[in-house]
């Protein structure tokens, strides 16, 4: 079961991925956190964003590849895990869009990855997440006005790409609360489906 979390720069996201995460383990369900900038090719991808060197469509491939591999690198022990995704494909389009790129360009180069179950978008406001900003860490430093692109990208394809709606102006324990309930009306009400999917999509990623 392939869970997202998205939204601008330090809306909450990776403190309620590990919020999640250990509330799974707490009830015994195995789950699994993928972040991005972890393979090698994101670790690169992070050092050519510090040095500037890096323009949207280089962006583009480069951030599909690391997806990539952290997809193709997962085991048949890893895959039956609940995967938590620090972002995924919906953040490769709205960002791209804000700068500029085509969405259905930026849609093909994803193509490749099985769908989400189930995603939120947790929404702040781009003063929020300049605000929230802080030397430690990672963070290309956006503007507002960027920002504000950025956001009006992501609230365009909300329903084209799942996400469920969240207020991140609020307290991250009330933000948590609600998610987790509607992941566990979710998983409780689709977990057959969602295992024969993931065989499925199991059997695609070795092809």
């Known amino acids: 079961m392939i869970i ?8 909450g996201k990776t403190t309620l991925i590990d919020m999640i995460h250990n509330y799974y383990q707490s009830i015994d369900i195995k789950s699994q956190i993928s972040k ?10 992070k050092n050519m964003a510090n040095s500037g060197n890096l323009d949207s469509v280089l962006k583009a491939y480069l951030f ?20 938590l995704f620090d972002r995924y494909v919906p953040s490769a389009i709205a960002y791209r869009m804000a700068e500029g790129i085509d969405k259905e360009w930026i849609s093909n180069i994803n193509s490749v990855f099985p769908k989400a179950d189930i995603g939120f ?21 956006a503007s507002p006005e960027h920002l504000s692109h950025v956001r009006e990208a992501y609230l365009s ?42 065989i499925f999509n199991q059997k695609m990623w070795y092809l």
């Open 4 to 11: 997202i979390l998205e939204g601008l720069d330090n809306c």
């Open 36 to 45: 991005e900038f972890e393979t090698n090719i994101g670790k690169e991808l």
């Open 64 to 83: 599909a590849a690391d997806r990539y591999i952290r997809m193709k690198n997962l085991s048949n022990e890893e895959r039956k895990k609940l995967l």
């Open 121 to 141: 978008f947790i929404d702040i406001t781009p003063i929020e997440s300049v605000k929230r900003n802080t030397d430690i860490k990672f963070n290309i430093k």
């Open 157 to 198: 394809i909300l329903n084209e790409q799942n996400l469920i709606y969240i207020d991140g102006m609020r307290p991250i324990e009330i933000i948590f609360d609600e998610i987790i309930t509607k992941l566990e009306e979710f998983r409780k009400k689709n977990e057959k489906r969602i295992w024969w999917s993931n």
